[in-house]
């Protein structure tokens, strides 16, 4: 459990063979009180895929059948927070404490040591909240299903769990109550941890500075100085704006026939809720007209190598709409164009002459967000080289803006993204689940992220009918 930082990557296993969809399966049939929307397939993953809406509530849920028996499910809601108590993450951790069909002390943990899981965990992001595990095993998968869904629809969310995951103020000495009252608590804690962190920190200034206008301008992991004011009544209000069928969206993935899986969420959760509005995707972030500037203050690191080198110097970017796949894939290509490899023209400006140890950890593109992230950082920096560094990714910039890049470069990054498709490792549906949940928060379409070759095939048309594609994107 925990505050999501990053999705799981490309792996090693060949290609399978496609999975029949139960027979009978088309648009507009009604399958246990949902009803079909789409029903594509995505051949270069070996993927069938299914779209379908909850009649009732309006929850969302896709099943990509595959000939892979690590089968996937995920639970997901849009979870907005308006201040830095941390409020999602707790209630992340504390739903898991026990829920009405299963009341006992932590149902998740003893989960851990009785399920023959592949993987089992929750994860609170920006403005969403999941709920993912996988297994290879269908009476395990039916009661890791079991378990999950109760959590998040039929929590008990007592107070006592409130304080443990949250926060409580108890001696420091519990053998002696004269002794110094202090705060504790596991999220309390764990946030304390990412704070103490540089570069945690510096990655949590980026977003709320660079998207200070809605949801990202606040802490959703927690701030140690503000989880103290979040109150149990709150945290069970939260949950019931946000943890609602209608607010939902399931994914399902692997080799068992999802019709199960939608009858049993039907039956015992769905069917007895009534249709709310779903909370409000989170807007796109104005545009600026003109660039700002933050210094985050952090602790030096004892065990640095070079005790003068501890400056972080990052320039950010708010770019497009992460639910949109042609752009969000465009831009990713570039990003790993500009700083992947020994031949990167970041490589070269930032690396090469030594002004720094490395790149910072959230370098890059990331679509986490409404508005998609480009970062380009540099870090074990003497501070008086700030300045230079700041040129030195404004002239880099311009000359890949003038000069552009390679054709091989291009071919060599797209012919990456390709291999990344054939060889894929067994957590493939773990990824997928993942990888997916973000854009569709945002109302992208799901299907058209999985479409990989397709974009790359109308990538591959724009630089055929503009060599100069990629310079004149702004």
Same mark, same amino acid.
């Given at each position: 459990m925990g505050i999501l930082r990053g999705f799981l990557r490309k792996g090693n296993f060949a290609a399978l063979r496609f999975q029949s969809r139960p027979a009978g399966s088309f648009v507009g049939q009604e399958i246990h009180g949902f009803i079909v929307k789409r029903v594509e397939d995505i051949p270069e993953l070996f993927i069938k895929s299914t779209v379908l809406s909850h009649i009732k509530t309006g929850a969302d849920y896709?099943?990509?059948?595959?000939?892979?028996?690590?089968?996937?499910?995920?639970?997901?809601?849009?979870?907005?927070?308006?201040?830095?108590?941390?409020?999602?993450?707790?209630?992340?951790?504390?739903?898991?404490?026990?829920?009405?069909?299963?009341?006992?002390?932590?149902?998740?943990?003893?989960?851990?040591?009785?399920?023959?899981?592949?993987?089992?965990?929750?994860?609170?992001?920006?403005?969403?909240?999941?709920?993912?595990?996988?297994?290879?095993?269908?009476?395990?998968?039916?009661n890791l299903m079991s378990v999950y869904l109760?959590?998040?629809?039929?929590?008990?969310?007592?107070?006592?769990?409130?304080?443990?995951?949250?926060?409580?103020?108890?001696?420091?000495?519990?053998?002696?109550?004269?002794?110094k009252w202090i705060i504790k608590g596991v999220v309390f804690?764990?946030?304390?941890?990412?704070?103490?962190?540089?570069? +945690?920190? $510096?990655?949590?200034? !980026?977003?709320?500075?660079?998207? #200070?206008?809605?949801? *990202?301008?606040?802490?959703?992991?927690?701030?140690?100085?503000?989880?103290?004011?979040?109150?149990?009544?709150?945290?069970?209000?939260?949950?019931?704006?946000?943890?609602?069928?209608?607010?939902?969206?399931?994914?399902?993935?692997?080799?068992?026939?999802?019709?199960?899986h939608l009858k049993f969420l039907d039956e015992e959760y769905l069917s007895k809720y009534d249709k709310i509005d779903r909370a409000a995707v989170v807007p796109l972030e104005p545009k600026w007209t003109t660039s700002r500037r933050i210094e985050v203050e952090s602790r030096n690191d004892p065990m640095a190598p070079e005790k003068d080198k501890q400056t972080t110097v990052a320039v950010s970017f708010s770019l497009n709409d992460a639910s949109d796949p042609l752009e969000s894939t465009i831009l990713q290509i570039i990003s790993q164009l500009l700083i992947d490899g020994?031949?990167?023209?970041?490589?070269? +400006?930032? $690396?090469?002459?030594? !002004?720094?140890?490395?790149?910072? #950890?959230?370098?890059? *593109?990331?679509?986490?967000?409404?508005?998609?992230?480009?970062?380009?950082?540099?870090?074990?920096?003497k501070t008086e080289d700030s300045e230079k560094v700041i040129e030195v990714i404004r002239t880099t910039f311009e000359d890949a803006a003038k000069n552009g890049f390679p054709t091989e470069r291009i071919e060599a990054v797209l012919h990456k993204i390709e291999l990344s498709i054939k060889h894929q490792r067994s957590n493939f549906?773990?990824?997928?689940?993942?990888?997916?949940?973000?854009?569709?928060?945002?109302?992208?379409?799901?299907?058209?992220?999985?479409?990989?070759?397709?974009?790359?095939?109308?990538?591959?048309?724009?630089?055929?009918?503009?060599?100069?594609?990629?310079?004149?994107?702004?």
């Open positions: 896709i099943h990509l059948a595959r000939d892979d028996s690590n089968n996937v499910f995920s639970i997901g809601f849009r979870t907005i927070p308006t201040d830095s108590t941390g409020v999602p993450h707790i209630l992340e951790h504390t739903v898991l404490c026990g829920s009405q069909k299963y009341p006992v002390r932590d149902p998740f943990f003893k989960m851990l040591n009785r399920s023959l899981s592949t993987f089992m965990n929750a994860m609170t992001g920006p403005d969403f909240t999941m709920y993912p595990f996988s297994t290879q095993n269908d009476k395990d998968f039916r109760d959590a998040v629809f039929n929590p008990k969310l007592e107070k006592l769990d409130f304080l443990q995951e949250g926060w409580r103020l108890e001696p420091e000495n519990l053998e002696d109550p004269n002794s804690n764990e946030m304390k941890g990412v704070y103490a962190d540089p570069q +945690s920190n $510096l990655s949590q200034k !980026i977003m709320n500075t660079l998207l #200070p206008s809605h949801t *990202y301008a606040t802490v959703y992991g927690g701030d140690p100085l503000k989880i103290p004011s979040l109150t149990w009544e709150q945290l069970k209000n939260f949950h019931r704006q946000f943890y609602h069928p209608s607010n939902a969206k399931f994914i399902s993935y692997g080799n068992i026939p999802f019709e199960n020994p031949n990167s023209p970041f490589y070269k +400006s930032l $690396l090469e002459p030594n !002004i720094g140890i490395g790149y910072t #950890p959230v370098t890059g *593109y990331d679509a986490h967000s409404r508005n998609a992230m480009f970062t380009i950082g540099l870090q074990g920096v549906g773990l990824g997928l689940a993942m990888g997916l949940t973000p854009p569709w928060n945002h109302e992208g379409d799901p299907l058209e992220f999985l479409k990989v070759n397709e974009r790359l095939s109308r990538f591959r048309n724009q630089i055929k009918e503009n060599p100069n594609f990629l310079q004149e994107k702004n």
